[in-house]
């Protein structure tokens, strides 16, 4: 369905942000008691709670794997997260979420590390406005390096897309419902390297090129809020003792 | 099911006979609470309640169906609670289990039987349609006491909804019509002592636990008795006083969060 809403006009988006400005983003560390590591993270009208248990034994025991972990992540939504309300619960959507989040997590944490483990990265998005998976991601990995899990870097997450021809970062709500593109992207920050890709809807090759240049850059702008929010809690923690 | 160490049961048991708790709180005293409203942008009535360092989410989703035969001039209520993995280790994703779906019976009888939601307002038209109530809790984080921080977040969540009729072209949005709620109160027994807000240490040695609702009148307005311990007449005369008292404050507090 087609919008007669312009989503980009005189160089402005609907929210009036630019074709390469992110959305407002704000990540927290720490903030359960339970968990071995969790986040809180805004970003846009997103928000989103992750944390992680582990490692600790696989269960059942056909899932451990003799020679490293395990990385299980679940990507679940609220039932008021959206605007008609969601049966609890999986579906076919959220599985594959987090089958795609799980296996970009695996790359970067040192799994050999911990045979026969699990790792339980569990994901909440609790308020949804597009872009859930990346949000997840970003405040997965902040959760992951707030429990102490080993890693190669701490991984994260940007989207890019295609609005009335124009590529822009980061797709707003009515952007991602009546836009032509979506590419969500994961990178590891210090190598670059691609652990997340997705992409739907029509892109020339040329307009690829520029999305994913442009997707990466915002990885890298989210990856300093993501290290800024772990510096903070562990600043404060000195600061107490 | 985490393994208490008999340890931990020990030393608990031995602070309780000389009138103390691990976190230092007296028999009777409640922990701090802190609701904070309209969290979730998408609900029509949302709450974060916080007991101790259990917190709790709970939203408000409104929807348009059909009346049950038996009511056609009322609108209808459910209510679902999610042990989702992220608020403790033993909890398991998945279809509710026993312990989510006791939650949510009891969170959705204090509602329902205390008729806190005037259901008999929300009819549109008789027999045919009628606004449909979904109250859903999120548990976030597990320190013992759902019942209370459950039934807290969903009376602050329906004290601050919205009707959202513009969205179904059913004119202006107004308030969720309520009646006065009732506040719930645990207690759970462990050898010998009552303890009022259980943190989870002491829920996971309790032998016995009871929910108490009381009114603003100070009038009892549901019970729920739990586990296999049991108490005595005496006992429970006295958990339903701690109700009472403690009640008044935490429904002082839930006024004042939701600006009433």
């Known amino acids: ?241 | 099911m985490t393994i208490t160490p008999s340890i931990k049961r020990d030393f608990l048991a031995k602070l309780a006979e000389n009138g103390k708790r691990a976190d230092g709180r007296k028999f009777d005293d409640y922990r701090d609470i802190e609701i904070e409203t309209n969290v979730i942008s998408k609900a029509e009535g949302s709450a974060r309640v916080k007991i101790g360092s259990t917190q709790v989410i709970a939203g408000i989703k409104m929807d348009i169906g059909e009346p049950y035969p038996d009511t056609p001039e009322e609108g209808v209520m459910t209510t679902a609670a999610e042990l989702i993995p992220l608020a403790s280790p033993d909890f398991e994703s998945g279809p509710p289990r026993e312990d989510a779906i006791e939650l949510a019976r009891v969170v959705d009888r204090g509602i329902r039987e205390s008729k806190v939601i005037e259901v008999e307002k929300l009819c549109i038209e008789p027999g045919e349609k009628i606004w449909l109530v979904f109250i859903d809790i999120h548990i976030i984080d597990f320190d013992g006491n759902l019942f209370d921080a459950a039934s807290l977040a969903a009376l602050a969540a329906l004290m601050t909804s919205t009707v959202p009729a513009e969205r179904f072209e059913l004119g202006d949005n107004y308030p969720l019509p309520l009646r006065t709620p009732p506040i719930s109160c645990t207690s759970v027994k462990y050898n010998g002592a009552i303890v009022i807000d259980p943190a989870l240490d002491e829920e996971e040695i309790a032998e016995a636990r009871l929910t108490v609702a009381t009114d603003e009148n100070g009038d009892i307005r549901a019970m729920q008795k739990g586990l296999n311990g049991s108490f005595t007449v005496d006992e429970v005369k006295k958990v339903i006083k701690a109700s009472i008292d403690n009640g008044k404050k935490l429904r002082e507090n839930l006024y004042k969060s939701v600006g009433k």
């Not at chain 1, 569990?122 to 872009?131: K, R």
């Not at chain 1, 992409?199 to 850059?217: P, R, W």
Request: some cysteine; aromatic content about 4%.
């Open chain 1, 1 to 241: 369905m087609k919008s007669d809403i312009k989503l980009f006009e005189n160089g402005k988006r609907l929210d009036g942000r630019k074709p390469d400005e992110l959305r407002n983003i704000k990540i927290e560390a720490g903030v359960l008691h339970r968990a071995e590591g969790s986040c809180y993270l805004e970003w846009g009208g997103n928000k989103v709670i992750a944390a992680v248990y582990g490692p600790r034994e696989a269960i059942p025991r056909h899932t451990q794997n003799p020679l490293r972990a395990i990385v299980n992540a679940k990507y679940n939504m609220a039932a008021f997260s959206v605007e008609d309300r969601k049966r609890p619960g999986p579906d076919r959507r959220s599985r594959e979420i987090s089958k795609v989040i799980s296996e970009a997590l695996e790359k970067i944490i040192l799994v050999e590390k911990f045979p026969r483990a699990s790792i339980d990265v569990n994901i909440e998005v609790l308020d949804a406005e597009a872009g859930t998976r990346c949000a997840g991601l970003t405040a997965a990995a902040v959760a992951l390096a707030d429990a102490g899990i080993p890693m190669k870097d701490i991984p994260v997450s940007c989207a890019a897309g295609k609005i009335e021809n124009q590529v822009v970062l980061d797709l707003g709500k009515e952007e991602d419902n009546y836009g032509d593109a979506d590419l969500p992207v994961a990178i590891s920050p210090r190598t670059g390297e691609i652990l997340l890709l997705q992409m739907d809807g029509h892109l020339t090759q040329q307009e690829f090129d520029q999305a994913l240049d442009m997707a990466i850059k915002g990885c890298h702008t989210v990856s300093e809020i993501q290290k800024k929010a772990i510096m903070e809690k562990y600043q404060s923690a000195t600061e107490v003792e």
